[in-house]
């Protein structure tokens, strides 16, 4: 079992309007997954810092960094990051661009988890419906295109507020999109902005928002989460 999960962390400035990277770290250790992917981890300005910083995150919880940083003081790309266990192994990762009229990208990492290899996309989507099409379309095809088909989980902030857009008809038909619940805005949720969607190699055992008192302070976002399956129930 994998547990796998998605924040949008705000650039850790919470729904009181302060910034409280402390508060923001306490609820990723409350998710207890073994990867998480962040959105808006840096700053929007200037050098474009992280909100969080690798010895904060090491300090803080049991995760490290997946290295796709192109700044120094920044921990991901375009605002996304992804963080694992300090126990597994990074086996490989990219970042990847996507088409849009403002800075978006995603980023890929090849990660070893209980003795499988699994492939992880993280991803904050457009706003504006035509090019969260296309870069949907433009990621599966980045994906598609690698030599080495793994087990693979995209997730993050699609930005998307129907279950049944078009955008999401974009992944292929035997992927699954998961919409683990409400989780924006924090305070009171009225939308699933935040998917999970998965291969065929992954059965979704559970999906759930994770609503904390500290999360739903800590960000504009809840964050979500699923327990994976690697292979259908009845496999051996």
Known sequence: MIKIGSYNIQKAIGMDARRK?????????????????????????GPREATLT????????DYKVVPLATRDASIGWHGNAILVRRSMDILEFERLDLPTLEPRGAV????QINGHRVRVAAMHLSVIGTFRKRQI??????????SNALPTVLLGDLNEWRDKAKSLKMFPDHFEV????????SAFPLASLDRIITSPE??????GVHRSDTARVASDHL?????????SPDTP
């Open 137 to 146: 379309a433009s990621l599966m095809d980045q994906l598609h295109a690698r």
């Open 108 to 111: 890929m990492a090849d990660v």
């Open 54 to 61: 690798p010895q904060q995150i090491a300090e803080h919880t």
């Open 223 to 231: 964050p979500v989460w699923a327990h994976l399956l690697i292979g």
């Open 21 to 45: 990277p402390e508060r923001t770290l306490k609820v990723i250790q409350e998710m207890n997954c073994d990867v998480i992917a962040l959105q808006e981890a840096d700053k929007r300005f």
């Open 202 to 207: 992954f059965t979704v055992q559970q999906s």
């Open 178 to 185: 998961t919409s683990p619940g409400r989780s924006f805005p």
